[in-house]
């Protein structure tokens, strides 16, 4: 078990470009979540995957934002056109179920996003 | 919605020293309660949790009690350690819902 992965740890790009997020979750976990972390807050939900059936998403993901799961493994999160506002720590996180049926959530470290 | 409410620090003490950190939140019917870490240079790890009213969660000597008629979730070390220094999250789950809606996170440092 080598925990939740995440690439790259840290990015910073100029505003307008696009940049993509890697996170590996723990092998075999079927429920892979994106929050975002901003600064002097608590984490914010983002979306999350059961394998590769995206089944909830938060408004706070606009349409400049993308996630994806293709095989139920990894996942990619992808901004386009970032904006300074998106600067923040964007978290990847998974489960074996769910927690709803008692499994815990674990969490990778974390991607940071610097916008300049 | 959902949302929590916690202590703001930062939250400086000296070792030994007894630690309480609030936490109240709103939620509708029966939601679980988490308590979250973040370490220094580390990822977020689940520290203890209450499922129902009344559980008590427990882990590295630090405890919470699910308390529904005031909607809290306290905190408490007898005993902090420098180990201990770290932001706590105070989480909470709706039932059935996948969404962990987390507080703003007290910055916890412990002075020997």
């Known amino acids: 078990d080598t925990g939740v992965s995440q690439d790259p740890r840290h990015k910073i790009t100029k505003r307008g470009q696009n940049v993509t997020f890697r996170c590996d979750p723990i092998?075999?976990?079927?429920?892979l979540y994106w929050y975002r972390q901003t600064l002097g807050q608590g984490p914010e939900f983002l979306t999350y995957?059961?394998?590769?059936?995206?089944?909830?998403k938060s408004r706070l993901l606009s349409d400049r934002f993308s996630a994806e799961r293709p095989k139920g493994s990894f996942s990619t999160l992808e901004i386009q056109r970032t904006e300074q506002g998106d600067s923040a720590m964007y978290l990847c996180?998974?489960?074996?179920?769910?927690?709803?049926?008692?499994?815990?959530?674990?969490f990778g470290e974390g991607s940071w996003l610097t916008v300049v | 919605g959902d949302s929590v409410t916690q202590m703001e620090g930062p939250v400086t003490l000296s070792e030994e020293a007894f630690l309480t950190i609030n936490c109240t939140y709103t939620?509708?019917?029966?939601?679980?309660l988490f308590w979250y870490v973040q370490y220094p240079g580390e990822g977020l790890q689940l520290l203890l949790k209450?499922?129902?009213?009344?559980d008590k969660g427990s882990n590295k000597g630090f405890e919470a009690t699910y308390r529904k008629e005031t909607t809290s979730f306290h905190l408490e070390k007898g005993s902090v350690q420098v180990s201990d220094s770290a932001v706590y999250f105070c989480?909470?789950?709706?039932?059935?819902?996948?969404?962990?809606?987390f507080g703003t996170g007290t910055r916890l440092t412990i002075i020997p």
């Open positions: 989480v909470v789950r709706r039932f059935g819902n996948e969404k962990l809606t």
């Open positions: 209450a499922t129902k009213a009344d």
């Open positions: 995957f059961q394998n590769e059936a995206q089944l909830e």
């Open positions: 092998s075999e976990h079927n429920r």
């Open positions: 996180a998974s489960s074996l179920r769910g927690p709803s049926s008692g499994n815990t959530i674990y």
């Open positions: 939620a509708t019917g029966y939601p679980s």
